[in-house]
């Protein structure tokens, strides 16, 4: 009666100890191993008041001593490196180390009991089967290989889980775990791989912490007549532009060799994403920009090409249209100019361009200068502004004939807000000195113009009431006068 009692208080403690430290959000206790050991226990005793023999007694003394020996061993376990862990400067070993500790302890300590208590000759039993255990080694030489470079992998840490890793050019992914005898990865097409420890501890590993930003870079060959300045900053832009490069470490630019027909430049840049699927991604995407770019700056990627190629210009968007006949059908359909004369139209569509901007790139940046604008061909734009988080805030968005940027040109205010190409764009770019003649030569169009300007301002704004406008037609006049120089 006095073991039911003993082994329900006992089992009552471990389930009330498991409920705290559940409520305190601490390591619970090995609750089911020590009730099972309980259990056992109560069950030797009770089989002992049945025993016959001396060989039963010794062996029910056995089990009931080895049991609580591997339970005083879990318990030792939770007191000392489970339930301290909250505590920064009480030792943290790894879980493998634990293990071999534990079982170290357990193997000795069976050793022990069966040679005390049972009356068995281990040491002898031992001996007698190093036949077997030298075969059973030569079977298993790849698996203990695996199994003690695992726990060589566990001790050193060379790599975590979220870690990347390539291992020789052939497997990678994101460390999912790593146990004795394998590595789990995730590749980056969501596949689950299995490596054996020791494919990583004899092959070359590349390892990219998850915390981490990874370089690249990307190499393009430019004209040799292209001014290394402009091309670098070009470069800088296209980065500038990529949603999927960081902003810190902040990119570089510079010429990195020349060639017999081109020169090359290094553009360097950092993501989060070290795969190589996320560096083509990110290449790509460069690689799209700079061809807008470079088509706007009339510049070409060269190749080592002997023959003669005729072709016509990648910039046209009609093909039997001619550009100076593009700007003007677009200019009479401009909400600012299309009131002027047709000859005056005409001299500006003379210098006015026909632009193409691929999706996701930069026109405009509040805050910089302004002395050119823009009038929507094909395609749309977006009119944002980035807040204090760098959160785009959308604004608006332009489509066919909207114009961006006509207040930078005519009165010389910044700009006031972000403008990117939503899709692929066709523009019409005036600049400030191509209108420049027109007005020195004609003054008064400059009052039709500030006429046009503040209407259209105030029909864009809410609040622009008959008396704003009186009030602020003369300094806008005043401020167009002072661009132009009149």
């Not at 770019?429 to 006429?451: N, T």
Request: charged share 25%; with cysteine.
């Amino acid at each position: 009666m006095n073991s039911f009692f003993l082994a329900a208080a006992a089992v009552t403690a471990v389930i009330t100890t498991s409920w705290v430290a559940s409520l305190k959000r601490l390591s619970r206790p090995p609750s089911i191993f020590l009730i099972a050991t309980i259990l056992v226990w109560l069950s030797c005793e009770l089989a002992t008041n049945f025993t016959q023999t001396l060989w039963q007694e010794q062996w029910l003394s056995a089990v009931r001593l080895m049991m609580s020996t591997y339970a005083s061993i879990g318990l030792l376990t939770w007191l000392l490196l489970d339930l301290p862990k909250p505590l920064p400067w009480w030792p943290h070993p790894p879980k493998i180390a634990r293990d071999l500790l534990a079982l170290g302890l357990g193997s000795a300590s069976t050793v022990v009991i069966l040679q005390h208590e049972a009356k068995i000759n281990v040491v002898g039993l031992v001996a007698t089967s190093a036949i077997l255990t030298a075969i059973l080694g030569l079977a298993a030489q790849e698996t203990l290989k695996d199994i003690f470079i695992g726990i060589m992998l566990r001790f050193d840490k060379p790599f975590e889980e979220g870690d990347y890793l390539e291992i020789n050019n052939d497997i990678n992914g994101w460390v999912l775990s790593s146990t004795l005898l394998s590595t789990r990865l995730k590749h980056v097409h969501g596949a689950t791989i299995s490596i054996p420890n020791s494919t990583i501890w004899s092959e070359r590993v590349k390892i990219f912490r998850s915390d981490g930003p990874v370089a690249r870079e990307i190499h393009i060959r430019l004209s040799r007549q292209y001014p290394p300045n402009q091309a670098e900053e070009l470069l800088l832009n296209a980065a500038a532009n990529s949603i999927t490069v960081l902003k810190e470490p902040k990119p570089e630019a510079f010429v990195y060799e020349y060639n017999e027909y081109s020169v090359t430049y290094e553009l360097e840049v950092w993501q989060s994403d070290p795969s190589d699927t996320g560096f083509d991604k990110l290449r790509g995407e460069i690689f799209g920009q700079l061809w807008y770019a470079l088509e706007r700056s009339d510049q070409k990627i060269p190749y080592p090409i002997s023959e003669i190629i005729l072709q016509k210009d990648s910039r046209a968007i009609f093909q039997k249209e001619d550009p100076q006949v593009k700007c003007l059908t677009a200019l009479m359909e401009n909400p600012i100019l299309k009131y002027l004369d047709y000859d005056v139209l005409s001299e500006i569509a003379e210098k006015s361009r026909i632009l193409r901007f691929g999706k996701g790139e930069v026109l405009i940046r509040e805050g910089e200068e302004g002395d050119r604008m823009y009038q929507v061909v094909e395609g749309h734009l977006a009119v944002y502004k980035v807040d204090q988080d760098t959160q785009e805030i959308n604004i608006t968005t332009l489509k066919r004939n909207d114009i961006i940027g006509e207040m930078g040109v005519f009165s010389g205010k910044k700009r006031s807000a972000n403008v990117k190409a939503i899709d692929e764009c066709i523009l019409l770019e005036i600049e400030r000195e191509d209108i420049s003649p027109v007005i020195h030569r004609e003054p008064e169009i400059l009052e039709v113009l500030a006429k046009i300007i503040q209407e259209r301002q105030a029909s864009l704004n809410a609040a622009g009431a008959a008396t704003s406008k009186s009030a602020e037609k003369p300094s806008l006049l005043a401020a167009m006068r002072r661009i132009f120089k009149l």
